[in-house]
C-alpha cells in the first residue's frame, strides 16, 4: 500500500521560513518524480515544484523561484519543500504527490498525499 505523509506545515509571519516534509511508504521512491502542488481555498491546485527519481533536476514555478527549495533523501523515502521568505500568498494546503513522469499537470500524479496546511500572515 503506497502512503505519502507530509508533515510540517503551520500558522507564521510574512518573511518567514517553513520545512515541509514528506515521507513515503510502499513505493520504489527513487524511481519516482516527487512534487509538490498546493491549493488555497477557491482556487485550483497549482503546481509548485518537482525533483527527478534521483534528484539532479528540479523544477519550480516562476512565484517560487528563489525563496522554495525541493530535494529528497532516497536513503529515507521522503522529499522536501524548504519555503524561505514566505508571504501571503503562500497560504495553502501543500500536497506531496508521486509521477513516472517529469511533469507539472496533477493529473501526471498517481499518488498524493493528505496536505498540511500552511498560513501566512501578515
Known amino acids: 500500500q503506497v502512503q505519502l505523509v507530509e508533515s510540517g506545515g503551520g500558522l507564521v509571519q510574512t518573511g518567514d521560513s517553513l520545512r515541509l516534509s514528506c515521507a513515503t511508504s510502499?513505493?520504489?521512491?527513487?524511481?519516482?518524480?516527487m512534487a509538490w502542488f498546493r491549493q488555497a481555498p477557491g482556487k485550483e491546485r497549482e503546481f509548485v515544484a518537482r525533483i527527478s527519481g534521483s534528484g539532479g533536476v528540479t523544477y519550480y514555478v516562476d512565484s517560487v523561484k528563489g525563496r522554495f527549495t525541493i530535494s529528497r533523501d532516497n536513503a529515507k523515502n521522503t522529499v522536501y519543500l524548504q519555503m524561505d521568505t514566505l508571504n501571503s500568498e503562500d497560504t495553502a494546503v501543500y500536497y506531496c504527490a508521486a509521477s513516472m513522469t517529469f511533469s507539472v499537470r496533477p493529473t501526471s500524479y498517481a499518488y498524493w498525499g493528505q496536505g498540511t496546511q500552511v498560513a501566512v500572515s501578515s
Open positions: 510502499g513505493l520504489a521512491f527513487s524511481r519516482y518524480v
